[in-house]
């Protein structure tokens, strides 16, 4: 790991950023074409790629983050990461001996009888050995890394530098994205990463979730050598998923393989509790008898009681087709920014509803989740990350599926598997029952109902457009009239200071200082007009 300087990180960092937003407001300020937007994010992606190479520790995890904020971020940008991973130099075996000896309270070989020196995999948060204990069983030894800690703070205050300067400053489109949440979030993600003792508890979770669960194996853990920064689990050997040579030797299918996966994860998905959020080939193997492994807990999400009942909510909504319904879940899921327009979602939803499940099969999977990208960067939605971390486990076993059983549809795999799923919930007749709304005799009255809430919807409509229009017409428009005056204010400072007059970079200097001011200002009243409106209905 490279340790440097905490001036030299953070300014190397901070000229990144501060970069790339004069390159946005340029291009913003020269309405260049979509075709250049398309190349500069391309290069803005290939120079952040390089940096966070160059400076390793949290920042390669973040771009891991980032990667998979498709709703968010140019797709151009997001190419440049998809690929990134989160392979650092090992650390020295003196550093890791002595948080070995801290963490246990003495010397190493008191709780074990060998341990191997060079180490099986290296990560930027931890890394991990194959050692021997006193009664002879393998395991797996997960140490975190020298310094992260310090590492974090530093990369995590540049971060929220970065945030607020963003939230502030950048024209971000509508101003749909909540960079505050967003920072929030991935703050959330990696101190959760940090903390070994949480990975030990998704690992015991997930252990007594299965543990009646005879296809699937996850490693034993010994807690009395567990502690915040090591971790000591099972040894556990399989056949990657990938191994094509391997696969021919496991005892099952490659079709039970994966009904198996579906089998294992789809209770993760629809269910309260943990589910693995990074079930890449290296963390999801099978055993020689047909046993799905699973392993590395470090990156799980968690499905609250209250996510669970709204998102049971909203495919009840959509098996019955209402719209409206559907709607208020993903606001109550989190979906929806403040300034959602529900009428216009309600009718994206009908329209993105209206093909049947057997035109799916026929469908460009990945064409249309671009579309959908596309669709949500449009729109007020920022997608939570415990979701975004949701719907990649779901493509990361969409694609292992493809793979393992390249001749069968993932959609005729996993119908079997949901329906039995269905069965065995308590709540199956509400499925069918909502099922039924959606048939002509019963929209009948669903319609009747709609249009006894015409009046409430009407009025709800109109203060949202009020809103909009003061929100995004007076305020944006004074916030952009305040930053370019900002700029020219801070071009007159470096002039004058180029041509060494005072006069001029003096006159610079107060534009720069009031424009500043007034943005503030600005900024302070859209936030507060924001927070008001909802709470206090107008006519």
């Given amino acids: 790991m490279k340790v440097q300087s905490k001036f030299i990180r953070m300014t190397k960092v901070l000229s990144l950023a501060f970069t790339i937003f004069l390159q946005i407001y340029w291009y913003k300020l020269r309405r260049k074409p979509e075709s250049e937007w398309e190349k500069l994010w391309g290069k803005i992606g290939e120079r952040f790629r390089k940096t966070l190479f160059e400076l390793e520790g949290l920042l390669i995890k973040i771009g891991q983050i980032l990667s998979i904020r ?90 929220g530098m970065i945030i607020w300067f963003a939230d502030h400053f950048v024209p971000v489109p509508k101003g749909f994205i909540n960079f505050q949440m967003l920072y929030k979030e991935l703050r959330e993600v990696i101190e959760r990463e940090l903390d070994f003792a949480k990975e030990l508890e998704a690992l015991q979770s997930f252990s007594n979730r299965f ?20 971790l000591v689990m099972e040894w556990v050997e399989g056949i990657k998923l990938t191994d094509v040579e391997g696969l021919k030797q496991v005892e099952i299918s490659r079709k039970e393989i994966a009904q198996k ?65 559907a709607v208020e879940c993903l606001a109550q899921l989190g979906f929806l920014l403040p300034d959602a327009d529900t009428q216009a979602m309600e009718r994206l939803l009908s329209e993105l509803l209206s093909f049947r499940m057997s035109e799916l099969k026929n469908m460009d999977l990945l064409a249309l989740k671009l579309e959908m990208n596309d669709l949500i960067q449009a729109l007020p939605i920022q997608v939570p990350t415990r979701f975004v971390f949701l719907a990649r486990s779901v493509g990361t076993i969409e694609g292992i599926l493809r793979n393992v059983a390249p001749e069968e549809e993932p959609l005729d795999l996993g119908k079997p598997v949901f329906i039995d799923w269905l069965r065995n919930q308590s709540n199956k007749w509400t499925f069918i029952w909502q099922w039924l709304q959606s048939q002509p005799i019963f929209k009948v009255l669903h319609s009747a109902n709609e249009f006894l809430q015409t009046p409430q919807k009407f009025e709800q409509l109109k203060e949202t457009e009020q809103r909009r229009k003061f929100l995004f017409i007076t305020q944006e428009n004074h916030k ?54 909802p709470e206090k209905k107008r006519v």
């Fill in 70 to 159: 498709s709703d968010l971020l140019p797709h151009a940008f997001i190419k440049q990461m998809e690929d990134l991973t989160d392979h650092v130099p090992p650390s020295k075996w003196e550093d890791i001996e002595k948080i070995l000896e801290k963490e246990w309270g003495g010397s190493i070989y008191q709780h074990i009888e060998s341990i191997e020196k060079e180490a099986i995999a290296s990560a930027s948060i931890g890394e991990v050995y194959q050692a021997l204990l006193k009664n002879g069983t393998k395991v797996a030894v997960k140490v975190q890394r020298p310094n992260i800690q310090s590492i974090v703070q530093i990369d995590f205050r540049t971060l």
């Fill in 261 to 325: 996966l579906i089998e294992l994860f789809l209770p993760q998905w629809l269910e309260p509790g943990y589910f693995h959020a990074d079930p890449h080939p290296g963390n999801v193997m099978i055993s020689q008898e047909g046993k799905i492994i699973l392993l590395d807990f470090g990156m799980v999400g968690q499905i609250s009681k209250r996510d669970a009942s709204y998102f049971q909510a909203l495919i009840e909504a959509f098996l019955a087709k209402n719209y409206q319904k």
């Fill in 480 to 533: 952009k009239q305040m930053f370019q005056l900002l700029l020219v204010g801070l071009m007159g400072v470096g002039f004058g200071l180029y041509v060494m007059n005072p006069f001029i970079w003096k006159i610079g200097v107060g534009i720069s200082a009031a424009s500043f001011v007034a943005y503030l200002g600005a900024s302070y009243k859209q936030k507060k007009w924001m927070k008001y409106m």
């Fill in 211 to 230: 543990s009646d669960h005879d296809t699937v194996k996850i490693p034993n853990v010994f807690p009395e050598l567990c502690t915040k920064k090591v």
